[in-house]
């Protein structure tokens, strides 16, 4: 886990978008947007990008390196409502405290003031510190 408190990517989460400069764009986006909330970890899977405070808020996956798609970038997003939105691809409910909104990103224009919106209710209700 790499604790972080500026939008400066960590070398594994530029592994993890390589061969993808649109994903990478997209996640250098919502690394900018997050910064300025405040400090979080990340953690880097196989599969997928995690940013977390006291548990995770925020998660980045290439869906192209599972199943064919175009998209170079979705964003999970996990909050403790459904939020109701046309924008996500899907929303799940794998608890009866938490709501995952997944939203496809194929550009960083995308990562909007709605997104950034979405991004700082995830942030605060991940709450206290990063997760060490």
């Given at each position: 886990?790499?604790?972080?408190?500026?939008?400066?990517?960590?070398?594994?989460?530029?592994?993890?978008?390589?061969?993808?400069?649109?994903?990478?764009?997209?996640?250098?986006?919502?690394?900018?947007?997050?910064?300025?909330?405040?400090?979080?970890?990340?953690?880097?899977?196989?599969?997928?990008?995690?940013?977390?405070?006291?548990?995770?808020?925020?998660?980045?996956?290439?869906?192209?390196?599972?199943?064919?798609?175009?998209?170079?970038?979705?964003?999970?997003?996990?909050?403790?409502?459904?939020?109701?939105?046309?924008?996500?691809?899907?929303?799940?409910?794998?608890?009866?405290?938490?709501?995952?909104?997944?939203?496809?990103?194929?550009?960083?224009?995308?990562?909007?003031?709605?997104?950034?919106?979405?991004l700082r209710e995830a942030?605060?209700?991940?709450?206290?510190?990063?997760?060490?």
């Amino acid at each position: 886990m790499t604790p972080t408190n500026h939008a400066t990517l960590p070398p594994e989460v530029v592994r993890f978008f390589e061969g993808s400069a649109q994903g990478l764009a997209i996640c250098r986006t919502v690394f900018d947007v997050v910064s300025a909330f405040g400090p979080f970890t990340v953690r880097v899977s196989k599969s997928q990008v995690s940013l977390r405070r006291h548990r995770g808020f925020a998660y980045l996956w290439r869906p192209g390196k599972y199943v064919h798609s175009t998209v170079p970038a979705v964003l999970a997003l996990a909050l403790p409502c459904n939020l109701g939105s046309a924008r996500f691809k899907e929303v799940s409910h794998p608890s009866p405290s938490m709501w995952m909104h997944h939203l496809e990103l194929h550009d960083p224009s995308m990562v909007d003031a709605e997104v950034a919106e979405w991004l700082r209710e995830a942030f605060d209700s991940a709450g206290g510190k990063p997760a060490a």
